[in-house]
C-alpha cells in the first residue's frame, strides 16, 4: 500500500483547505480493508494524532483540537480519504500525514504505532 497524501498549503486564519489521501493497492487487496488517519507535526513539536474514519466510513473519531472543525471522510471507489478543514487556526499549522493500516483497532487508533502504512505528508500553514 501506497499512500500520497496532498491538498496542502497556505490558508488565513478563518480560512478552510481540503487534503487528499489516494492509496495505491494491489489488485488482490481493497481499499476497504484500511482504517485510515490523519496525523500532524507541528514545528518543534511531535506528531500528534488528529482524525481516524472506520474501513466502511460509519465511525469517525476526532481529537478534540478539530472537533467541530475538522471532518474526515473517504471513498472507497477512489482509494481516497479526505480532510475538510474549516475554520483554521494559525495553530493548525503542521504537517499532514494520512496513515493506513488494515488491523487498527478501536483502543489503538491514536498510536502512531498502529499504522503500517504512511504518506509523505503535506504542509499546511496557516497565517494570521
Known amino acids: 500500500v501506497q499512500l500520497q497524501a496532498s491538498g496542502g498549503g497556505l490558508a488565513q486564519a478563518g480560512g478552510s483547505l481540503r487534503l487528499s489521501c489516494v492509496a495505491s493497492i494491489s489488485s488482490e487487496d481493497t481499499f476497504s480493508n484500511y482504517g485510515v488517519a490523519w496525523f500532524r507535526q507541528a514545528p518543534g513539536k511531535e506528531r500528534e494524532f488528529i482524525t481516524a474514519i472506520s474501513w466502511s466510513g460509519a465511525s469517525t473519531y476526532y481529537m478534540e483540537p478539530v472537533k467541530g472543525r475538522f471532518t474526515i471522510s473517504r471513498d472507497n471507489a477512489k482509494n481516497a480519504v479526505y480532510l475538510q478543514m474549516n475554520s483554521l487556526r494559525p495553530e493548525d499549522t503542521a504537517v499532514y500525514y494520512c496513515?493506513?493500516?488494515?488491523?487498527?483497532?478501536?483502543?489503538?487508533?491514536?498510536?502512531?504505532?498502529?499504522?503500517?502504512?504512511w504518506g509523505q505528508g503535506t504542509l499546511v500553514t496557516v497565517s494570521s
Open positions: 496513515a493506513a493500516d488494515s488491523s487498527v483497532i478501536h483502543s489503538e487508533l491514536a498510536s502512531q504505532s498502529a499504522y503500517a502504512y
